[in-house]
């Protein structure tokens, strides 16, 4: 995600983009890749969310990462707390297949049930 919030960062994405990255640079960011591509959700929730009987778990990991890491708490309360009520309710959620469905080894059910704590 890139988000530029003023000019200058909007300038620094556009420099960024001007020379290509380095076959060096690219591996880099492949093995940065590989090491933490099970810290974050990948967004393909139609194989989670199908597994969890209707907790829309992509997008609650995404609220989750808009509060943990960009450090923007109220916005993702407030998103969290828009969904509708069967869309938290995890009581009734199958985290564990949810979990299962996930090709990333994400701790699915974990970081859901810390999303409702840290959001509703």
Same mark, same amino acid.
């Not at 967004?43 to 992509?58: N, Q």
């Not at 969290?80 to 990333?104: G, I, K, M, V």
């Given at each position: ?67 943990? /890491?960009?450090?923007?708490?109220? %916005? @993702?309360?407030?998103? &969290?707390?828009?969904?509708? $009520? *069967?869309?938290?309710?995890? #009581?009734? /959620?199958?985290?564990?297949?949810? %979990? @299962?469905?996930?090709? &990333?080894?994400?701790?699915? $059910? *974990?970081?859901?049930?810390? #999303? ?5």
């Amino acid at each position: 995600m890139s988000e530029m919030t003023n000019r200058d960062m909007l300038r620094e994405n556009i420099a960024a983009t001007r020379d290509p990255i380095t076959a060096k640079e690219a591996r880099l960011l492949e093995e940065h890749r590989q090491r933490t591509s099970n810290l974050y959700c990948h967004g393909c929730g139609h194989l989670c969310e199908t597994a969890a009987h209707g907790v829309p778990v992509a997008t609650v990991l995404r609220y989750l990462r808009y509060y943990e /890491a960009y450090g923007k708490r109220q %916005e @993702a309360r407030a998103l &969290y707390q828009a969904l509708p $009520a *069967q869309a938290r309710d995890l #009581a009734s /959620a199958n985290l564990a297949a949810a %979990e @299962a469905a996930c090709p &990333y080894g994400l701790p699915v $059910a *974990q970081l859901v049930q810390i #999303a409702d704590r840290r959001m509703s």
